[in-house]
């Protein structure tokens, strides 16, 4: 099997202060391999998102150790954070966070633009033909509507061709065609060995793309299926 | 195509208008501030030495302890021929300046200041003439004054007579833009005739203006006429420049005054921008917190904030550069001119770069403190 992307192990992790400090993740282990697409499932408050900004270096863990491609980030600075983020994670926020003033497609090139990177404009022009925007290429984010700007925050999180992408949510406001297109595209990525999805859904359409799922119920991992059973439970 | 980074600094700049035209306002105001001191300071130096710059003397020989040109001293005119017996010097030129009471033919009297002078040789003869010539100065009792005073002196042109104490003045020649930031004007005479006029006995004049011989050096012969002439000064040109403007400019404190006045305007300035620049970057914090979680490293942030200031800057520049231009052209005329010269402009424009830097620096340490998990809220 691949080498992990990204893994945790025994990641603890409390969230807020004084009163109102919760115990967000109690001990998870999780490691995403290249060439997997793993569904993270569980309801609401279980901590997906916080154990997704966890693998992603948005947040450091309280204990416990993250890797990204085997390297630990413990000592890593917020700058030197953000370069992991930058150079090897994708990731799509539950709320969008488009930037109001710039175009769907200046949008997607910021990703790119922070990494220093030419060519800005074919590259988002390709990736937005992806998610089925080559139309709105030009149009501002309210001038989208939210399945809309939710594909444009998954082209701006893949156009940087991460080997890691980290999704929360990333079809909640597509129609079942969208969100089929959607899936099949992380999917698609997936193929490659030498990357890794990760996916919070609730959504059980997109159970048939998955290689492997992961249910967590208050921040513990209670379960895990690779995709072939996840098939047949799905079918049944 | 524009950069990415730009596009981004001025829509987040654009974005809100009010504040925007605001901060463009503020902008202006500090710099034209800044500009009108700075220039009154360029004007007031140069003012203050228009006499000595249009005097063609190399040495200037006065009693000890002139403080500037308007200085009222008096030297032995006997001097003089001590001054001249002196190898190399080619001329020693007397020089009679005072104050006196100009009579108009109303009956009222108003201040002038008497500049009395050989009309040959190294004396200071008045320059811009815009009628009459130095050669009518000879009739006595001829004045040369400026036209800008004519109303003043209660004169309308060549031709028309006044008195100064109790003599008869009648005006030979017109100048055309020399005037005193004192206010007092400029009354040009022969030597004679300024001594009556300011009331300076016969045997005294007020400097003596030298001219070294070709080939002579200066500096061996002032060391010479220091030997020959006790109890005197000796300074060259540029000398009593700088003596007469620090004078001025420092012993008077209107230097310091001006100097103030655009420190004033340059902390104002800052202060306007830097507080809009931080309220704008507080409005939107949150994309910067998404750029910092898509990786962004914080030179790229905070570049984006610097072209927000620097883009400000620029704009800014421009419209004071506007207003001031107005403001330069008003006074061109005036007593105290504000000067712009294209160094200054420069400057300005450095100084305006260097504002809005520096006002970058509150809002760069805010979002220097930015938590890209702020993103996961909402
Ligand atoms: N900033 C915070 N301060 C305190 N508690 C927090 C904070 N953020 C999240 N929590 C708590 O941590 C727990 C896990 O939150 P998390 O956002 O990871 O859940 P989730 O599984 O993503 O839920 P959802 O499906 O609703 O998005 C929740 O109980 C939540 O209330
Ligand atoms: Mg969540």
């Known amino acids: 099997m691949s080498q992990p992307v990204v893994d945790a192990v025994d990641v603890v992790k409390f969230l807020g202060r004084g009163a109102g400090r919760v115990q967000a993740l109690k001990g998870v282990s999780l490691s995403l391999r290249g060439g997997e697409l793993v569904l993270l499932m569980g309801p609401s408050g279980s901590g997906k998102t916080t154990l997704l900004s966890i693998l992603g270096c948005l947040m450091t863990p309280t204990s416990g150790m993250v890797r990204v491609r085997g390297r630990p980030v413990a000592d890593l600075d917020p700058e030197g954070l953000a370069r992991i983020r930058r150079d090897h994670i994708g990731f799509i926020f539950q709320s969008y966070h488009l930037f109001p003033t710039l175009t769907a497609e200046d949008n997607v090139r910021l990703a790119l633009d922070v990494r220093g990177e030419r060519a800005q404009r074919k590259a988002a022009r390709d990736v937005l033909g992806m998610v089925g925007l080559a139309h709105k290429t030009r149009a501002f984010p309210g001038e989208l509507s939210g399945g809309e700007q939710q594909r444009v925050a998954i082209a701006r999180a893949i156009v940087g061709k991460a080997p890691a992408i980290l999704a929360d949510e990333p079809t909640g406001a597509l129609d079942a065609q969208n969100g089929q297109a959607i899936m099949s595209l992380l999917a698609g990525i997936a193929r490659d060995q030498s990357r890794g999805v990760l996916v919070v859904t609730h959504d059980p359409r997109i159970l048939p793309f998955a290689s492997r799922i992961v249910h967590i119920d208050d921040g513990r991992i209670v379960g895990e299926e690779t995709g072939s059973e996840a098939k047949k439970v799905s079918m049944s | ?378």
């Open chain 2, 1 to 378: 195509m524009m950069p990415l980074k730009f596009r981004l600094a001025y829509r987040n700049l654009f974005h809100d208008r009010l504040r925007f035209i605001a901060t463009i306002v503020g902008i202006i105001f500090s710099i034209v501030l800044v500009t009108v001191q700075m220039g009154l300071y360029v004007g007031f130096r140069r003012m203050v030495t228009t006499m000595i710059d249009h005097s063609s003397a190399d040495l200037w020989i006065m009693p000890a302890g002139t403080k500037c040109f308007e200085d009222p001293s008096l030297l032995d005119d006997r001097q003089r021929f001590r001054a001249l017996a002196v190898e190399g010097v080619a001329d020693a030129a007397p020089l009679v300046i005072g104050y006196a009471q100009w009579r108009l033919p109303s009956g009222t009297t108003t201040p002038v200041f008497v500049v009395g002078s050989e009309l040959r040789g190294s004396g200071l003869r008045p320059w811009n003439l815009a009628g009459g010539r130095i050669d009518d100065l000879t009739v006595p009792g001829a004045v040369a004054i400026d036209q800008s005073y004519f109303e003043r002196l209660g004169v309308s042109g060549i031709g028309d007579s006044a008195e100064i104490r109790d003599q008869k003045v009648q005006v030979m020649a017109v100048t055309k833009g020399i005037r005193s930031f004192t206010t007092t004007p400029y009354v040009f005479a022969g030597v004679d005739r300024a001594r009556s006029y300011t009331g300076m006995a016969a045997n005294k004049v007020s400097y003596f203006l030298v001219r070294v011989a070709p080939g002579s050096d200066v500096g061996r012969v002032r060391r010479q006429l220091r030997d020959g002439l006790p109890d005197v000064e000796i300074l060259t040109a540029a000398e009593f420049r700088s003596r007469s403007r620090s004078f001025w400019l420092f012993g008077t404190g209107a230097g310091a005054a001006l100097f103030a006045g655009a420190l004033l305007g340059f902390i104002v300035g800052t202060v306007i921008v830097a507080q809009t620049l931080y309220s704008s970057t507080k409005d939107h914090l949150s994309e910067f917190a998404t750029l910092r979680a898509i990786g962004s490293s914080g030179a790229y942030i905070y570049l984006v904030i610097i072209l927000q200031a620097l883009l400000s800057a620029v704009i800014g520049f421009c419209g004071a550069v506007a207003i001031s231009s107005v403001v330069v052209g008003m006074t061109a005329d005036s007593a105290l001119p504000i000067v712009m010269t294209p160094t200054m402009a420069l400057a300005l424009f450095l100084l305006t770069g260097v504002m809005c830097v520096a006002s970058a620096i509150a809002a760069i340490v805010q979002v220097m403190r930015i938590d890209p998990t702020t993103v996961l809220a909402r």
